[in-house]
C-alpha cells in the first residue's frame, strides 16, 4: 500500500486539496511483524515489542527524516498510521508518545489482540492526548473486526475524543481486510488528518 499513499497524496497535493508533506513507508519483517508490531506478549503467538519498533522510530528514523529533509518538527504535524497489527501499534505508540506523533490513521486494526489490550489503554488515557484519530473497518472483514472497531470507538469517545471534530469513524461497505481495499481510502484519510487547516 506505501505507494498507492505516495502516488494519492501527490495527486490531492496537485488538485489543492492537501498541503506538501512527506510520507515515509516502513516495511515490515513478514511473518516476524506480530513481534514488533503488538504491545504486549501472548503466551501463544508472542509479540510485545512495539515499544521497541517505537524507540526505532522516534530515536532513529524520525532524527534521520529531519536530518535530511525539511520537516515541520511539532507533534502536530507529525503521523503514524498502519492496518491491522500496523493499525494496533500506531494507536498504541501514539497513546503512548503524543509529545512525537499528534496524527494517527488505525485502518482496521486488530483490537483483539490479548483480549483487547488496546481498549484497556484507550479507557486508561488521562488526561485524553491530543490527538487526531482516523479509525476505520470493512463491513466485509468479518463480524467481531466490525464489532471491535465499535468498541475501539465507544471507548475513543469515552475518553473524550469528538466524532467530527479530532475523530472521523468510517464503516466501508462491502471492503475486505485486503491492501487494496485500504488503498481505496488513503484519500480520503490523508485529507482527514493532513487537509489544509489541519497540519
Known amino acids: 500500500m ?9 495527486a490531492l497535493i496537485a488538485a489543492g486539496a492537501l498541503a506538501p508533506l512527506i510520507v515515509v513507508g516502513i516495511a515490515n519483517t ?4 506480530i513481534h514488533e508490531s503488538t504491545p504486549t506478549s501472548d503466551a501463544r503467538l508472542g509479540g510485545g515489542r512495539a515499544d521497541d519498533y517505537g524507540r526505532f522510530i522516534v530515536e ?28 494496533l501499534v500506531s494507536l498504541h505508540l501514539g497513546l503512548s508518545r503524543p509529545d512525537v506523533f499528534g496524527k494517527l490513521a488505525v485502518m482496521s486494526p486488530s483490537v483483539w489482540w490479548d483480549r483487547g489490550v488496546i481498549l484497556r489503554t484507550v479507557r486508561a488515557a488521562r488526561p485524553r492526548p491530543p490527538l487526531r484519530l ?19 470507538k465507544a ?45
Not at 2 to 10: F, M, N
Not at 30 to 33: D, I, L, S
Not at 134 to 152: C, F, I, Y
Open 2 to 10: 506505501h505507494w498507492r499513499v505516495g502516488e494519492t497524496a501527490d
Open 60 to 87: 532513529e528514523l524520525k532524527p534521520f527524516i529531519d536530518a535530511v529533509s525539511r520537516t515541520r518538527l511539532d507533534a502536530p504535524s507529525t503521523g503514524l498510521g498502519g492496518s491491522s497489527l500496523g493499525g
Open 134 to 152: 482516523w479509525v476505520d473497518m470493512g463491513t466485509a472483514e468479518g463480524r467481531r473486526g466490525l464489532d471491535d472497531a465499535r468498541l475501539l
Open 30 to 33: 513478514g511473518p516476524q511483524r
Open 155 to 199: 471507548a475513543l469517545v469515552g475518553a473524550g475524543w469528538v466524532p467530527g471534530k479530532d475523530l472521523l469513524y468510517a464503516e466501508y461497505e462491502g471492503a475486505a481486510h485486503t491492501e487494496s481495499a485500504w488503498a481505496e481510502r488513503v484519500g480520503p484519510m490523508l485529507q482527514w488528518l493532513f487537509g489544509k487547516g489541519e497540519s
